[in-house]
């Protein structure tokens, strides 16, 4: 399994982006998805995932509300919908894939290359 993500940029304050984490191969529909998001210095932190069956999400308390995750399994695509960004939301943002939604990096066996998201104030 590949994946890419893209869709970063830079965004002021209170705007909205769009992540996309696209994915190769027949099995994408039986992975749950994981977004998660890093600062020079600091661990990777879990941003909210999507499962692989039921499309339950759940998200990091930081994001609840503002950040909204969906998948479309004829696309082989996840996609993480960013709305009233912060400054504090700048970060590279990562995709994985896993077994079941779960906010340890340890949890997921696939990762795609980051995006950069900067959110100016």
């Known amino acids: 399994v590949q994946l890419q993500a893209s869709g970063g940029g830079l965004v002021q304050a209170g705007g909205s982006l769009r992540l996309s984490c696209a994915a190769s191969?027949?099995?994408?529909?039986?992975?749950?998805v994981g977004w998660f998001r890093q600062t020079p210095g600091k661990e990777r932190e879990f941003v909210g995932g999507?499962?692989?069956?039921?499309?339950?999400?759940r998200y990091a308390d930081s994001v609840e509300g503002r950040f909204a995750i969906s998948r479309d399994n004829a696309k082989n695509t996840v996609y993480l919908q960013m709305n009233s960004l912060k400054p504090e939301d700048t970060a590279v943002y990562y995709c994985?894939?896993?077994?079941?939604?779960?906010?340890?990096?340890?949890?997921?066996?696939?990762w795609g290359q980051g995006t950069q998201v900067t959110v100016s104030s």
């Open positions: 999507i499962s692989r069956s039921t499309d339950s999400t």
């Open positions: 191969g027949r099995t994408f529909k039986t992975y749950a």
């Open positions: 994985a894939f896993g077994i079941v939604v779960t906010s340890t990096v340890g949890g997921y066996g696939y």
